[in-house]
């Protein structure tokens, strides 16, 4: 088991550096740029025709990975990495339509809010309800650091399973705002995962695959990704991130986890709702010099010290390793060996 999960991180990894040597070019030559926003930081605008979409690379990474060391798991009828990686890409789909509209409008403003919500809505029904068809998911909700499970109404945990989905598919969208953070972020948290199947044992074996590949393939991206980035990973990497750690949360039956795993993606959102909220009930005042969080600590908000994005990637990523400790103190006994 421990030599496949170290397979699929390396073999992730290499694949992801090797694609982007002839991705990346490709995407300059067809054009797919990323148009910045023109109410962000003035600095960022410096950023405008790099390219976007570069998300493939660690999804291709991952599909890869799934299909060449998650084959023996497949020859034995276990296909939940498979599904993980479909649900994804679904988001990821999501994703590359709203990029597509962005590269064809050339601004920042892809799909409707409405119409990325209401796909994203279908594809979490869809996937909750496969799960539960296929034996993978139950109306128990499972209580991380008591160790207990709620049993919940079949209905209703459907309702909340979509809400969690679709709000952490948006969450780690948001998060994506400057050089490498979505991608920094979110490491430790496939991490988590790859630890727990090693605590838990073979049966999710196949999990750990996948979520190993991710983190291999992130980091294959980062090498590209990291300030300065050569290439974002747009929508089509963000949302796909956000639906493989949904899925992951639901197929290890323990979706609560992720008020604790996902903590850097909730901050993110709550300053946007917050300031959003604020500026609609106070008649135009702000909280935050900008939200998300991370711009506001970029422009100098409460202390004046303006962030460099090289430290929001190294404060963020440390913040999401330490609650990924956090959240794995918190239910590795539940099936330990």
Known sequence: ??????????????????FGKFYIPWLKKEKARQEIREDGPTWHMAKSGTPTMGGVMFIAAAAFVCLTVGFDGMLQGNFVHIFVLLFAMVFGAIGFLDDWEKIKKKQNLGLTARAKFLLQLAAALVFVLLMRQMGFLSPNLYIPFYNTSVTMPEWLYFLFA?????????AVNITDGVDGLASGTSIPVFLFFVVLTYVWGVDYLELGIFASAMVGGLMGFLVYNFNPAKVFMGDTGSLFLGGAVAALAFAYDMPLILITLGMIY???????????GYFKLSHGKRVFKMAPFHHHLEMGGWTGKKWKEKELFVLFTGISLAFAVISFIGVYQRYAL
Do not use: P, R, W
């Open 1 to 18: 088991m421990t030599i496949k999960l170290i397979t699929a991180f390396v073999l992730a990894f290499l694949f992801a550096t090797a």
């Open 162 to 170: 979509a809400f969690v989905i679709v709000g952490t598919v948006n």
């Open 266 to 276: 909730i901050i993110e959102t709550l300053s946007d709702i917050i300031q959003v």
